[in-house]
């Protein structure tokens, strides 16, 4: 990881700090380290060493890889050409990211449950594809989307050669659940 993009990490401390509901003051006491300086981490005007971010990533329950996974790529911008990747399965954005995205191709069937922690988005490019959610099941043919909130339990299979899906998720990295009571 480079300076730039060490930096970073800050935004995903103050996203992390703040879906706990804690303050600075509160981060500060759990980790020992000082108001200002937490708050130079999540403005991305200090570089903690590793010790500190340990200690934060303590304070916040959570780990270092977490922190860095959730943090914002250096990159803004990111092409990926069609190119890239191997047959059947291709991430169709790379890195870190809030979101993940992956391109299926041909007659996928892995006979596995799939439950995710966060909301996902199926996109039915070309082909078709059987989906069982919730104890249902749908038939899915090209220009279809079905949305997944996090928790469902779900299967899918292809069902026609030359089938193309676009599945987006919220990366599992990503606390996307809130309480409404708040």
């Given at each position: 990881?480079?300076?730039?993009?060490?930096?970073?990490?800050?935004?995903?401390?103050?996203?992390?700090?703040?879906?706990?509901?804690?303050?600075l003051a509160a981060v500060a006491d759990r980790s020992g380290l000082s108001v200002p300086f937490l708050s130079q981490i999540e403005n991305?005007?200090?570089?903690?060493?590793a010790r500190s971010l340990e200690r934060v990533a303590d304070a916040l329950e959570t780990t270092i890889a977490v922190l860095h996974a959730?943090?914002?790529?250096?990159?803004?911008?990111?092409?990926?050409?069609?190119?890239?990747?191997?047959?059947?399965?291709?991430?169709?954005?790379?890195?870190?990211?809030?979101?993940?995205?992956?391109?299926?191709?041909?007659?996928?069937?892995?006979?596995?449950?799939?439950?995710?922690?966060?909301?996902?988005?199926?996109?039915?490019?070309?082909?078709?594809?059987?989906?069982?959610?919730?104890?249902?099941?749908?038939?899915?043919?090209?220009?279809?989307?079905?949305?997944?909130?996090?928790?469902?339990?779900?299967?899918?299979?292809?069902?026609?050669?030359?089938?193309?899906?676009?599945?987006?998720?919220?990366?599992?990295?990503?606390?996307?659940?809130?309480?409404?009571?708040?």
């Open positions: 990881m480079d300076d730039k993009e060490a930096l970073r990490v800050g935004a995903a401390v103050r996203r992390r700090r703040r879906s706990l509901g804690l303050t991305e005007r200090a570089r903690p060493s959730a943090a914002d790529s250096a990159r803004t911008v990111d092409v990926v050409r069609a190119g890239d990747g191997g047959p059947g399965v291709r991430r169709v954005a790379r890195g870190g990211h809030q979101l993940h995205a992956k391109e299926y191709t041909g007659e996928q069937d892995t006979g596995r449950e799939y439950q995710h922690r966060n909301d996902e988005v199926m996109y039915i490019a070309d082909g078709s594809v059987e989906v069982e959610a919730e104890g249902r099941a749908y038939r899915l043919e090209r220009g279809d989307t079905l949305y997944l909130s996090g928790g469902v339990r779900h299967r899918w299979r292809a069902t026609e050669p030359g089938t193309r899906i676009l599945v987006v998720a919220v990366a599992e990295h990503i606390d996307a659940t809130f309480d409404t009571r708040r």
